[in-house]
């Protein structure tokens, strides 16, 4: 156990819905990282957030926001949905911004109909 | 990101040691390398991190060439629970991961 805790496990919605994927990292930690990992691809970065505020952007869609609150949990949110965004969603958490390993959660499994 | 090379793929008997080697030769003197692997479909696990000197910690060994260009992940005694693809990462600056296609090891009995 990592300690990361993402809630949903798994996810099933129809294309052109909204979803909300949320994340609790490890007690202590600033940090806050959003991966995608398609069927079979690699594991994308999405976004980082560092005690509030956004560190840095990978390679998010403009449908595709998140935000980290001042409780340090995470929310993804993913909108106009489809069927490509089917994937599973990592969180992972550390203490600092940089120079520190990450603990991941064990994933939302979306899938979009 | 130091941009890494690492062979797809690779088998390891088990209980013998599996060596996972992986180039960074652009790497620049404040660059950790960090390792990790995914075992199917779960999330990344951390498994041992390095600037130049060797490190050894429950998981693994990490050896770190003196020039700091490659590394090699050493897994003493491979079981079967190991068999996943293993990421060699050098972040650089904010600590936005970015994984590549890793090394797939496979440990056969």
């Known amino acids: 156990d990592s300690g990361v805790t993402q809630t949903p496990k798994h996810l099933i919605t129809a294309t052109g819905q909204r979803v909300t994927l949320r994340c609790s990292p490890r007690s202590g930690d600033l940090s806050v990282y959003w991966y995608q990992q398609s069927l079979d691809q690699g594991l994308q970065f999405l976004i980082q957030?560092?005690?509030?505020?956004?560190?840095a952007k990978g390679n998010i869609l403009e449908r595709f926001s998140a935000q980290q609150f001042p409780d340090l949990h995470s929310e993804l949110n993913l909108s106009s949905l489809e069927l490509g965004d089917s994937a599973l969603y990592f969180c992972?958490?550390?203490?600092?911004?940089?120079?520190?390993?990450?603990?991941f959660g064990q994933g939302t499994r979306l899938t979009v109909v | 990101d130091a941009k890494t090379t690492q062979p797809p793929s690779m088998d390891c008997a088990e209980g013998r040691a599996a060596n996972l080697p992986c180039n960074h030769s652009t790497i620049s003197g404040n660059e950790y390398v960090y390792w990790y692997r995914q075992i199917h479909s779960q999330g990344p696990q951390y498994i041992i991190h390095?600037?130049?000197n060797n490190e050894t910690n429950e998981m693994a060994s990490l050896i770190i060439t003196e020039d700091r260009k490659s590394s090699t992940l050493i897994l003493p005694h491979a079981t079967l629970r190991d068999t996943a693809v293993y990421y060699c990462?050098?972040?650089?600056?904010?600590?936005?991961?970015?994984f590549g296609t890793g090394t797939r090891l496979t440990v056969i009995p």
């Open positions: 990462i050098a972040p650089t600056g904010a600590n936005n991961l970015f």
């Open positions: 957030y560092y005690n509030g505020e956004e560190r």
């Open positions: 992972a958490s550390s203490p600092q911004d940089r120079n520190t390993e990450a603990f």
């Open positions: 390095g600037l130049k």
